[in-house]
């Protein structure tokens, strides 16, 4: 392994991580400073369960109506976000435990959720692309973050064989993207994972005081059925 | 002003209309003397607008700023965009998009340094204000259907809230919110109802009442202390639609509650909700709290009302800065466990048409009510059926968030209705049924429109009808 991979692997990921953490704590504290609401009004249901529901949303495509009746688009959201897991344990693992990769299957998984969610990133190009809504409402962001993510996916399935004796660009380029990712995230859409937590927390303890989540929820005592009584 | 530049849609150019404005300033109304209500001022409202923006925004509001990934799936959930498929401003993520840009530019530091890169932009002058006006009041009713659909969780709903908010406090705001706001400050009521009007409306009640049921007793009491139960109103019933306090008061009477409504403080509407100015929506609120508290009653009771439901019962606390003291309820959970408790007798049969129901987006989206409702028209109806989608994924009547109120924009909700006036008709019902005074005069615009063979009814018009009332009783 030549320096100049070692170096890319380890003091330039940890260079860009340790930037990334500032600039998320220095975001946290940019959130926290505008002022919240206190809540008076008695509960109608659990702001813990609204807030538990609220969270789990990603995880439950029935509902809402907008995943429910497009299960096509809500397999690609997991693929791709399947996608960028596999893509971040890999950039761990090839440094800190790379026996993991000397297991074909192992490599075989990973190189598969990659290439499906490089799939997925493609066909999420295309709609942006295609689709007159998405188009009018996307900004330059929104298209160079989805490209660089179908590349960093394309790029994760040439690296994570590990087989830097053979090739070593690979790995510099899967570990350069990364790199300059760390960088670039904190300023981009794809900091969206850092904003989640906190808007689905506010509606799901907002609505979970209401008792409109979780949906499904039954009332107190039902009624059964119409009654006929004429006390007259 | 000079006429705004039109939308991108070229569907929404309503100028910003001063004269009632003016006639205010011109008389000295004391809700703008006093400061409650801004009017117009040509001038640097922009940058009032912005120092607006930075002082007002909370923690929520300024997340669902920052967390839209412009995925574009609240596209189908708006009824506007359904109606108007080719049209992108008609989606939830451009008209959020809309005051989005401006807080990426001013507050978000991704758009202070780099705002091309993330579509990040500001106001120039009076009239891109004015055409943000348009967009917040005349092409959302916020519904929040979309919040719902967002996987992010973002609340356009509030945000479209928050931006009427600013702009009211800058007076660029359609007239008609402006005429109701400075009813509301005025007289206390949104349809400036005078104390004179609404005691003689309630006496009137009272007698039909009392020659219907036969029985001098019968009472529609006002400002009685020590009551079980304030029951509060829409002007709206005063005004148009006088016998839902009668068949309310037949109801108390039958349960055998103790009731009273308030003097003062009987308005549970509450335009600030509709406006997105707090302040009016605190002082609204306060009087009916303060009314209750006046009269030591036990519980505050609120009429069929969507957005007095929800402002009452849930953000006139808030607003007020009041601690709620109270239980506070719908009017439709009073009948609900008067029923459970066997305190009314019903007979379906006395409502045998087909009767489907419409839930209010402020009832069931932004409040907790959607079993209550259903479990009391199975009880009095024959012929109960739902339409779909329904619950909380039901479609705006289209007159909500106000515009009901604002004449410039009402051929594009008539226009957009047609999602709602296909929902209606699939459901083959002879009556459509809403716990909402401002939904029936939606859903009668829409079946006006669209020559539906329905009638909207209210669900204590049709408890009413179906009351057995006992000879003990009577």
Partial sequence: ?232 | MKRAKRGPSGVVDAPLDTRTQARAKEDRLPSLEDGHLRTYEPGDNVQRFLALLGQRITRSLAVSMTACVHCGLCAESCHYFLARPDDPTMTPVWKADQIRKIFKKHIDWTGRVAPWWVKAGSLRDDEDLNRLKNIVFGTCSACRRCTYNCPMGVDTGLLVRFTRGLLTELGIVPEGVFNVSRDQWETGNQMAVIEQDYLETLEWMRDELRTELGRASVDIPVDMPDCDVLYTINPREIKFDPRSIAHAAKVFHAAGESWTMPKWGWDQTNFGLFSGDDKLGGYVARNVYEAAERLKVKKIVISECGHGYRSTRWEGYNWADYDQKLPTESVVVTLKRYLEEGRLAVDPARNPEAVTFHDSCNIARSGDLVEEPREVLRRVCADFREMFPNRRENFCCTGGGGLLSMAEYRPLRLEVAKIKAEQLRATGAKFVCTMCHNCVDGLNDVIKHYKLPMRVVQVLELVSNALVVPASTK
């Fill in chain 1, 1 to 232: 392994m030549s320096d100049l991979l070692k170096f890319v692997e380890n003091e330039v990921q940890i260079a860009a991580l340790l930037f990334l953490a500032l600039v998320y704590a220095v975001r946290l504290i940019w959130i926290f400073r505008f002022r919240s609401r206190k809540e008076r009004t008695f509960a109608a249901g659990s702001e813990a369960g609204g807030v538990g529901y609220s969270l789990l949303n990603v995880a439950m495509p029935w509902a809402m109506e907008s995943t429910r009746k497009r299960p096509g688009f809500y397999t690609q959201f997991v693929v791709f976000h399947l996608g960028v897991v596999a893509a971040i344990t890999a950039t761990f693992i090839i440094p800190y435990a790379p026996g993991v990769f000397r297991i074909r299957a192992v490599v075989i998984v990973f190189q598969a959720i990659m290439a499906a969610a490089f799939l997925a990133g493609l066909l999420r190009l295309v709609r942006r692309l295609t689709n007159p809504v998405l188009r009018m409402v996307s900004s330059a962001d929104d298209f160079f973050s989805l490209t660089l993510m179908i590349l960093f996916f394309a790029a994760g399935v040439l690296a994570v064989p590990n087989a830097y004796e053979k090739a070593e660009w690979p790995l510099i380029l899967f570990f350069g993207l990364t790199a300059f990712f760390l960088v670039y995230v904190p300023f981009s859409k794809i900091c969206h994972y850092l904003y989640y937590p906190f808007t689905r927390f506010y509606l799901g303890r907002s609505m979970g005081h209401r008792g409109a989540f979780p949906r499904g929820r039954k009332v107190g005592t039902q009624v059964s059925g119409p009654v006929k009584e004429d006390r007259a």
